[in-house]
């Protein structure tokens, strides 16, 4: 494959199992490799590459929840704030039976970085239910939510620390924990985004981390030589962001050839009907058995030839022996941390560009911000204006983090975590921490 010109164990939801990851890196020791790069490069003084490094708390809560069949269980829940120079702590909440407390430590840091590259004022932070929402009843995960709010309650607040969706959560469980927190400290909307619009959402709440994948896209494609009309794209995940992905993606021409969900994948090299698609799911909860569509072996999605390969499940689908046999042009991760160190070096090496998770994926989390604050002033944007505002957000993020790693002749995370950095370690230091 001609190299591309760049700027500057646990189940995977698509059914593939990722490698071990090599000297037995935690996904938190994973993140903090990339912080050392950029710390080096920056030459950041010692005592603070540990604080910049670890969380400033966690919380671990016990939940119980008395089941419907009249079994009492016990679950673990996590809260983790990590840093919040920049402002109060934000970032969602995931109910999936991965979760441990390494994994939302990983998943704090990364929203420290992510929300300083959008330069929206925010500190990272990351929840938690070790869980699986399939196996509960609606009464169930309305009890267990309210549950795990009340044991994180004080370390919430508007100006303090700000939860939203992730994982296996969505706008009915954000009313549930607003509605817990109301009722201990008043009406409170600001509380969580990701809300129903009903109850303080914003409107383009629910595309908004698709719709910066695409504006990334946008921005990316043409530095690697790329077209967006008539691009091959290949989606690893087919929940939120990547069905919405895939939807932009798709109005803007490009063919979606291949997707990929938790139970099983399916490819068309002619493009598939990603409006028909999206229906389909919608009804059946899964992309298996849609009609024009070549079903394949989900671990083979990574294999498919390719022009943006968008990883958009969980963590860690993406170790060596995958990356060695990627067939694409430029990868945009739209999962959070779902590359390896050692495969990223592979992807280097290969000559294939990788957009970062803590850029590419920020899309979210801009609009979590317009969402609080429009909560805050209690005045509401009408849909295009929060579109238009996050195609500035985004397109300005990846330009800087495209120029720093042109300047320094790096590649475009590593220019990512020395944005992310710079700015979150200016911050601490005005503040004299």
């Known amino acids: 494959m001609n190299k591309t010109v760049v700027p500057g164990a646990k189940q995977s939801p698509a059914g593939n199992r990722p490698e071990p990851r090599l000297k037995q890196r935690t996904a938190f020791e994973e993140v903090n490799y990339h912080l050392e790069r950029a710390f080096d490069r920056l030459d950041t003084p010692g005592p603070y590459r540990g604080i910049l490094k670890n969380p400033y708390r966690e919380q671990r809560v016990q939940l119980v929840l008395h089941r419907d069949d009249g079994r009492t269980e016990e679950y673990e829940g996590y809260r983790i704030q990590h840093n919040g120079a920049r402002g109060p702590y934000k970032g969602g909440v995931r109910y999936h039976p991965s979760v441990d407390v390494d994994e939302v430590r990983a998943l704090s840091s990364l929203m420290t970085w992510k929300t300083a590259i959008a330069d929206i004022p925010f500190g990272g932070a990351k929840g938690g239910v070790c869980c699986d929402p399939k196996h509960l009843s609606d009464r169930e995960l309305e009890a267990l939510t309210r549950a795990y709010l009340n044991k994180i309650d004080l370390i919430l607040g508007p100006q303090r620390d700000i939860p939203a969706p992730d994982v296996n959560t969505n706008a009915r469980i954000m009313a549930w924990m607003m509605d817990e927190y109301g009722k201990r400290h008043g009406y409170t909307p600001a509380i969580v985004t990701g809300k129903p619009i009903a109850l303080g959402g914003s409107k383009g709440r629910e595309q908004a981390t698709g719709l910066g994948l695409y504006h990334i896209a946008k921005q990316a494609a043409p530095d690697n030589k790329i077209k967006i009309e008539g691009a091959k794209v290949v989606i690893q995940g087919f929940g939120n962001v990547g069905s919405w992905a895939a939807h932009f993606l798709h109005q803007a021409g490009a063919k979606i050839i291949a997707v990929a969900d938790a139970d099983g994948a399916i490819r068309n090299d002619a493009g598939l009907d990603i409006p028909s698609l999206i229906d389909y799911v919608k009804e059946k909860k899964s992309v298996c058995g849609f009609p024009e569509a070549d079903v394949m072996v989900s671990s083979s999605i990574f294999e498919v030839p390719c022009d943006i390969l968008v990883p958009a499940a ?11 046999k990627i067939r694409a042009r430029i990868i945009l991760e739209g999962a959070n941390n779902p590359t390896t160190p050692e495969a990223d070096e592979v992807l280097r ?49 990846y330009h800087n983090v495209a120029a720093i790693a042109r300047k320094e002749k790096v590649d475009l995370r590593l220019a990512a975590f020395i944005l992310g950095v710079r700015r979150v370690y200016e911050a601490m230091r005005l503040r004299g921490v």
Do not use: C, H, R
Request: negative net charge.
């Open 314 to 324: 969980l963590n860690g689908v993406i170790g060596v022996e995958v990356a060695k």
């Open 349 to 397: 090496e290969a000559g294939i560009p990788v957009v970062p998770d803590i850029l590419a994926n920020a899309g979210g989390v801009t609009v979590s911000y317009f969402e609080w604050t429009q909560n805050l002033t209690q005045f509401f944007w009408e849909e295009e204006e929060v579109f238009s505002k996050l195609e500035k957000v985004m397109t300005k993020a």
